[in-house]
């Protein structure tokens, strides 16, 4: 089955349609913190700018009655829409259970569902596991094809019997084809608006490299530090913590820059608050994103809301990012840290103002209102074909 992209879609008056006000609940889980909640969060503040009665309802991950209880108050929207991505909901086969239950308690209501972080293909995933698998069971679920247990059932059950299932890029829509979702559109990430202006060109700290985002061994930091050994004068601020289940990984990172000799020019910040991350990053000249795996990553669309220009693993995810940065977008392959190093001296030696003014054009093309009407037209769309019987809906390129 193809993908239908947002572009493409009718504009096809329906229960959601923006002539009407609509009530949209948006099912978010009880940990403010994560990354699905924040992007439910920004996209029902611009639904909610666009005249509708959007708003946020929790649900409690891992305890499935406590999670029906709680999405029983979504029953009465027009629309109900659902984030996903894996151990979201719960851990291992306890994402399944709730699962189970929203669906139980939302059944006969239009669901959306917005699939996150299908960042590798199926079959590469299982070439992965297969290698590196652990046991006889895990070894033999590989073979049979099952990548994650609990979490492939539970991206069956949601994406299968959606009416609707969003992707922030076409990848990610190409990659999760095998749960059979009724219909599909790719809704790219919103560039978020945030508040204040970049600082003056001369006052950004010329030998300041940052990287965004939790300390992960997918974020792949020990690469930006490996880099820094061929930066001479630069600094290295990881923007970010670690959970514990990720501590072992950032203690591997700071041995790495103690053994090359940089641990004096390199600092976590652990989390930082909104304000203050905003402020680190308009600091820093040049942003690095080695990440191993890169779906619609918030965390580059917030380096680019910021302003920053950054270095970023090439993946086919970031092609239209850097297509339409040319100047503040330098990609690079493997991890050599000089080639590393190289990319972020080649994106510094470009002019700051050329590249503020492409990232720029990108966040105006990606902002939430925008985002928000793509949701609106993706809402009516799959509401006006239920509501006429319409089949499932294949990519007419397919």
């Known amino acids: 089955m193809g993908h239908v992209r947002t572009e493409r879609t009718a504009r096809t008056p329906g229960t959601t349609a923006s002539a009407r006000r609509a009530r949209i609940d948006l099912i978010v889980t009880d940990e403010p913190a994560h990354g699905l909640n924040r992007y439910a969060g920004v996209l029902a503040g611009a639904l909610r700018a666009a005249g509708h009665d959007a708003r946020e309802v929790p649900v409690p991950a891992g305890r499935p009655l406590a999670a029906a209880r709680a999405a029983l108050r979504a029953r009465r929207a027009d629309v109900v829409h659902l984030q996903l991505t894996d151990r ?27 699939a996150h972080d299908f960042h590798t293909g199926r079959g590469e995933l299982l070439q992965r596991r297969a290698r590196n698998a652990r046991g006889a069971a895990r070894r033999l679920l590989t073979r049979l094809g099952v990548v994650s247990p609990g979490f492939d059932a539970t991206a069956r059950l949601l994406l299968g019997s959606a009416a609707g299932v969003l992707t922030c890029s076409a990848t990610e829509a190409e990659n999760l084809a095998w749960t059979r979702p009724r219909r599909s559109a790719v809704v790219p990430h919103y560039v978020e608006e945030l508040p204040g202006e970049p600082l003056p060109v001369e006052q950004v700290d010329e030998h300041l490299v940052v990287v965004a985002g939790f300390v992960h061994r997918r974020k792949a930091q020990h690469v930006a530090v490996a880099a820094l050994a061929h930066l001479p004068g630069h600094r290295l601020v990881l923007a970010g913590s670690a959970t514990e289940r990720n501590a072992g990984y950032l203690r591997e990172v700071l041995e790495l820059a103690r053994e090359l000799g940089v641990a004096e020019r390199v600092e ?6 909104d304000a203050e991350l905003l402020a680190l990053l308009r600091r820093a000249r040049v942003a690095v994103a080695p990440y191993e795996r890169i779906a619609a990553s918030g965390s580059l669309a917030t380096l680019v809301a910021a302003g920053v220009p950054v270095v970023v693993r090439a993946t086919p995810t970031v092609a239209e990012l850097a297509a339409a940065c ?18 972020v001296l080649r994106c510094a030696a470009r002019p700051l103002r050329e590249q503020r003014a492409e990232l720029r054009a990108r966040a105006a093309a990606l902002s939430p209102a925008r985002t928000a009407r793509a949701h609106l037209d993706v809402y009516a769309t799959a509401t006006s074909a239920a509501a006429t019987g319409g089949a499932r809906e294949e990519d007419p390129g397919a």
């Not at 719960?90 to 917005?114: E, I, K, M, N, S």
Request: aromatic share 10%; glycine share 10%; proline share 10%.
């Open 88 to 114: 979201y909901l719960g851990p291992a086969w306890g994402q399944l259970a709730v699962a189970a239950a929203l669906r139980a308690a939302l059944a006969g209501r239009p669901l959306f569902v917005t």
């Open 268 to 273: 976590v910040t652990g989390y930082l608050p």
């Open 326 to 343: 040319p100047t503040a977008v330098e990609l690079f392959e493997g991890e050599d840290p000089a080639e590393v190093a190289a990319a």
